[in-house]
């Protein structure tokens, strides 16, 4: 048997692993297949399950597999509902304005104002203190500053600026949004910070060579430059605000809610289905809005 030159046994074994070579575009799926599994089994299939439960009907005890549609007629063709969404809106709003304008301040400091690499990181990390507490207790610590006998209202009163205490500072709108934007602050921060720390400074001194003034800079560089992190920023804050009920509640006493905490108060009457119909109309509220920030604004580059 006449035996194979080397050169006969390369061209063998590069024709086998041609043959077993998959297609590029199959490679492409099987690296994407874990994330998606992951994804479609903690993320899809969850939003899916609520939006079958939706269609359920349900009685004082339990739930009853059906396909009904009067749990988003009650959804959708109360007042009150609309008025508890209004409020949501209403909280949001002021949050995010709020965090903006304090976030982008902040970040801006810390990114041009402060010259070493060391003391932008340390300062940073200062930020990040008081998140590394409980949500809760960051929201509660605000009830003896702002209560009838509080810190604010005892100094004032003793300072001989107001003859009695302010009743609005605790169990308010304005108790709940303060509460929220010392909550939600880091989140707006920190993605403007890290777009503004990408900016390359010789664009700031070329404009100032130019003849431009800190003002000209910052509204024609600066802001348009840092878009795509109050962007992000933005979608943080949104979406934390629109599902917070804990804060609504225990900040305005009660005598304020949110969409989140009527879904709450369903759930604690066993009213499951109705709580999904609100979910799913309040998912669907939140991606409108996301998809009208990603409209106006290309993040791509940021993530």
Same mark, same amino acid.
């Given at each position: 048997m006449a035996t194979m030159t080397s050169s006969e046994t390369e061209k063998i074994e590069s024709t086998g692993a041609k043959s077993l070579r998959l297609p590029s575009g199959?490679?492409?799926y099987l690296q994407a297949a874990p994330l998606a599994a992951i994804l479609g089994a903690f993320l899809l299939v969850p939003i899916l399950m609520i939006a079958v439960v939706s269609f359920w009907d349900y009685d004082f005890a339990r739930m009853y597999p059906d396909f009904v549609t009067f749990n988003?007629? &009650?959804?959708?063709?109360?007042?009150?509902?609309w008025k508890i969404y209004l409020n949501t809106l209403k909280?949001?709003?002021?949050v995010w304005a709020i965090t903006l304008?304090?976030?982008?301040?902040? @970040?801006?400091?810390?990114?041009?104002?402060?010259?070493?690499? @060391?003391?932008?990181?340390v300062l940073f990390l200062v930020c990040t203190v008081p998140f590394l507490t409980s949500n809760i207790i960051r929201m509660i610590s605000w009830i003896p500053v702002l209560g009838r006998n509080g810190l604010v209202n005892t100094t004032l009163i003793d300072a001989g600026i107001i003859p009695q205490p302010i009743e609005w500072l605790l169990y308010s709108d304005f108790a709940v949004v303060l509460a929220m934007v010392h909550?939600?602050?880091?989140?707006?921060?920190?993605?403007?910070?890290?777009?503004?720390?990408?900016?390359d400074h010789s664009l700031? &001194? @070329?404009?100032?060579? @130019?003849?431009?003034?800190?003002?000209?800079?910052l509204v024609n560089i600066i802001i348009p430059l840092a878009k795509p992190g109050m962007a992000i920023g933005t979608i943080f804050v949104v979406t934390l605000v629109m599902?917070?009920?804990?804060?609504?509640?225990?900040?305005?006493?009660?005598?304020?809610a949110s969409i989140a905490l009527m879904m709450r108060n369903q759930m604690s009457l066993l009213q499951y289905p109705a709580a999904a119909a609100n979910a799913v109309v309040l998912l669907?509220?939140?991606l409108l809005m996301v998809a009208g920030i990603l409209r106006i604004v290309d993040i791509r580059k940021e993530l």
């Open positions: 199959l490679i492409s988003y007629a &009650e959804t959708l063709g109360s007042w009150v509902t909280f949001a709003l002021l304008f304090v976030g982008f301040w902040v @970040a801006y400091f810390l990114a041009f104002h402060i010259r070493t690499s @060391a003391m932008q990181m909550l939600y602050a880091l989140f707006m921060v920190t993605p403007i910070f890290n777009t503004l720390m990408r900016i700031i &001194e @070329a404009a100032r060579d @130019a003849g431009a003034s800190g003002w000209q800079v599902a917070d009920f804990s804060t609504v509640q225990v900040m305005s006493g009660g005598q304020s669907v509220l939140v």
